[in-house]
Every structure is written in C-alpha cells, then in structure tokens.
C-alpha cells in the first residue's frame, strides 16, 4: 500500500463510529483513572512528609507508601488507557476529555483530602466539563499518520523543527533555572516542564499507537520490524519519568486544587499546537465549528480560572490568619488552643524550633486550600 493510501485509509478509519465510540471510551476510562491517582499520590505524599519529618518537595520517602504506589499504578492504567485512545482518535479530541480529570480531581479532593471547594470552584469544574464537550462535537476529521516513515517525513519539516528547538529551549531553561528560583513559590515552572514534554509524549504516543494498529490490519507491512519504534518507546519511557518526577514536586508542594487544572490546561494547550505544527490536520468544515470549538477551549480557560482564584483567594485568608497567629506568640499570649492551625503544625512534626533561628520566618501551607493542614517553617536569610 503506498503512503498516500496507507494515509486515506487511517483517516477513513479515526473517523468511523466504532473507532469514534472506543476512542472516547478509552478516553474518558483515562480521566477516571488519573483524577483518582492525583488524590492517592497526594495522600501518600502527605503521610510520607508526616512520617519522614521532611519539608514537602524534598527526598524521596514516598517511594515506601502503599497509597503513592496505588496512585502511580492507576495512572499508568489510565496512560495505557489514553495510548489505546490515541490509536483510535486525534488529539484534539482525546485530550480535552482529561477535563474530567479535573472533576474527579476536586470532588475525591473534597471528600479524602479536605481541600473544600466553593461554589465558584464548583462553577470552574462545571465549565471544564462544558468546554470539553463543545471541543469534541465540534472537533474535526483527523489524519493520524500510520506508518513510521510518514511520520518521521512529518518531524522533520522545517515548521515542526522550529517548534522542537523552540520547546527543548524552553524546557532548558525551565530545569536548569527557573525550577532552582522559582519552583516552591510558583506551581507554574514544574507544571510548565511537565506540560511541554507531555506535549511530545502525546503525539509520539499517537504515532505508536496508530502504528499497532496499522501493524494488526496489515501484517505484511508490519512496523515492528522498523528499529526506530523502539526508539520512539525509549523516548517516551525518559520522559514520563521526568514528567512523574516534576509533577510529584509540584503535588508535594502546592494544593491539588491548584496543580489539577492547571496543569490540565497547560498540557491541554501545548499538546493541540504540538500536534496541530506536526500533523497540519485542524482542519475545521466549517466557521461555526471553528468559532464553537474556540469558545470551548475558552469556556475550560475560564473554569480554570476560576479554581485558580478561588485557591488562591483561600491561600491569602490563610496566610492572614498565620501572621496574626505569630504576632500572639510575640506577645506570649497562649493562643494555640484557639489555633488548630499552630496545634497541628506542632503535633504533626514539621515545626522545628531550631529553624527559626537566622532571622525571618516564612509559613507555608502544605495545602493552599486547607485550613487544618499540617504546616512547615523553614528559615529565610534576611537580605
């Protein structure tokens, strides 16, 4: 079969009901999975830190909690489950569906973790839904490249080259500096680097994925033999150990609440264009299409946007409460038994008197939206 009808025919089938239906299946089966294992890790992360004594983002002792490992094993089902989507589907439709993700992300948050969302953040989970569903109805055909040469005649094009120097440039920045001066005061560095090579893990699991199955459909042509599969599945391997060790980072250290869609947006966002630049298959039949899929992408911006307030609004109420909670103590006013927060951060371990020595204490709150956390004091040199 030649390439151009190797290529009709892997659009022909992306685009067939059944192909349609186990695509979204698998979908939204992925979703599931992985906005229940952002609750499990984090919960291991957090009893880690209580048992360890250790400052959130630091060390590795979760490896040793039975509830971290039962969050890494349902994501890896829920990643198999979204390379078996790919192989079905286009981007532009899989990957929007991780919105529910972030749905089931807050509500197992809300129950296990404590981390109350209001009604607003109820709203920004709604709207992430809403905005999903406008962006598959409204998606267009996809032409998913089936065999391994079409794809690397893809890579390297002088569009798509340009983008890979571009993103490996930013990565680079984003490990070797921004993560050492910004990574525990802004969820957006680790996010960033786990969004930008999740953009590439994607498309590279979308050409696997599409090469399997083109190999059961034409064993002849099978595209197991050709060794740069192989190369391609090593690649994916590196970096989702990279992305796992970032995203554990930015989950050790910020609320869930806040980590969840963000980084859904972020990885949402960079993994559309990476696959619009390689592919050249957004394509959309018609304006209102375009203009509804637009407004859906725009409608999960805004319900993120949402979250992200809200989170934040609690973040700064928290804070408040801390610096008039130190200033009692200054004055030797016993306000710990009206504190739950100060109780907590001394009973669970994490207050160590010998690191207030130095100069300026900075409290930060293990998680932003929960108001009886465990909290840490760490010393901060004055400038």
């Not at 890896?76 to 919105?99: D, H, K, M, R, W």
């Not at 994925?209 to 059961?216: F, K, N």
């Not at 390689?278 to 725009?298: C, E, K, N, T």
Request: hydrophobic content about 45%; overall charge negative; charged content about 15%.
């Amino acid at each position: 079969m030649t390439g151009s009808g190797s290529s009709k025919a892997s659009s022909e089938a992306h685009n067939s009901p059944l192909f349609r239906v186990l695509g979204v299946s698998l979908a939204l089966s992925s979703a599931a999975c992985i906005g229940a294992s952002f609750i499990l890790k984090k919960k291991g992360l957090l009893d880690s830190n209580a048992l360890d004594g250790r400052r959130p983002g630091t060390g590795h002792g979760y490896l040793k909690n039975t509830l971290w490992w039962t969050g890494m094993i349902m994501m890896l089902v829920g990643e198999l489950c979204n390379v078996a989507a790919y192989a079905f589907q286009p981007a532009i439709i899989v990957t929007p569906l991780g919105s529910i993700s972030v749905v089931i992300s807050a509500i197992m948050s809300d129950m296990f973790l404590k981390e109350r969302l209001s009604f607003s953040g109820k709203i920004g989970c709604a709207q992430c839904v809403l905005g999903a569903t406008l962006l598959v109805v409204n998606s267009p055909p996809g032409s998913v490249t089936s065999d391994l040469f079409g794809f690397w005649i893809k890579v390297w094009d002088w569009g798509f080259m340009s983008y890979l120097i571009a993103n490996v440039s930013a990565l680079a920045y984003l490990i070797l500096h921004a993560a050492k001066k910004w990574g525990e005061s802004t969820p957006i560095v680790y996010i960033a680097i786990c969004s930008l090579l999740g953009s590439f893990v994607v498309v590279v699991l979308q050409v696997i994925g599409s090469a399997i199955v083109y190999s059961v459909e034409h064993p002849d042509q099978s595209q197991f033999k050709d060794w740069t599969l192989y190369l391609l599945i090593v690649f994916v391997c590196c970096c989702g150990v990279t992305q796992i060790n970032y995203l554990n980072k930015a989950l050790n250290i910020f609320s869930t609440a806040i980590v969840t869609p963000i980084y859904f947006v972020c990885f949402t966002t960079a993994t559309l264009i990476c696959s619009a630049i390689l592919f050249r298959d957004f394509a959309f039949p018609s304006a209102i299409q375009l203009v509804s899929a637009v407004v859906g992408f725009l409608v999960i911006v805004g319900g993120v946007s949402l979250l992200f307030a809200d989170s934040q609004k609690q973040m700064l109420s928290s804070k408040s409460s801390d610096v008039g909670s130190s200033s009692d103590l200054e004055n030797g006013e016993e306000s710990g038994a009206e504190n739950p927060l100060i109780l907590d951060s001394q009973d669970s371990g994490y207050f160590d008197k010998e690191m207030l020595e130095g100069g300026g204490v900075v409290v930060q709150l293990t998680n932003l939206t929960h108001t009886n956390s465990p909290i840490e004091a760490t010393s901060k040199d004055l400038i």
